[in-house]
């Protein structure tokens, strides 16, 4: 089992910042892939950034050039950098942990006010 502990999330006027972050635990493999995706009221859950262990990102084409996501393999966590924020990013943001099987995190409530 994964255990995920997402924090960071909040309300920022438009135009702000936050920072994402989620901790992994448990029975972790050392190739993975660790993101973030999110889920606003009345929609289906959407990516919104993917690393690999190697590194590799994918953006979703809604948040590219505004947000930034990074991961710390020692930590096992992953971060989200959310610049520029609009008041469409308004979403419970989840942190996802795949190898063979997919885990998720309670998720993280970000609100941007417009």
């Known amino acids: 089992q994964v255990q995920l502990v997402e924090s960071g999330g909040g309300l920022v006027q438009a135009g702000g910042s936050l920072r994402l972050s989620c901790a992994a635990s448990g029975s972790l493999f050392s190739i993975n892939a660790m993101g973030w995706y999110r889920q606003a009221p009345g929609k289906q859950r959407e990516l919104v950034a993917t690393?690999?262990?190697?590194?590799?990102?994918n953006y979703a084409d809604s948040v590219k050039g505004r947000f930034v996501i990074s991961r710390d393999n020692v930590k096992n966590t992953v971060y989200l950098q959310m610049n520029s924020l609009k008041p469409e990013d308004t979403a419970v943001y989840y942190c996802?942990?795949?190898?063979?099987?997919?885990?998720w995190g309670k998720g993280t409530l970000v609100t941007v006010s417009s």
């Open positions: 690393i690999t262990s190697g590194g590799i990102t």
């Open positions: 996802n942990y795949k190898t063979r099987m997919d885990y």
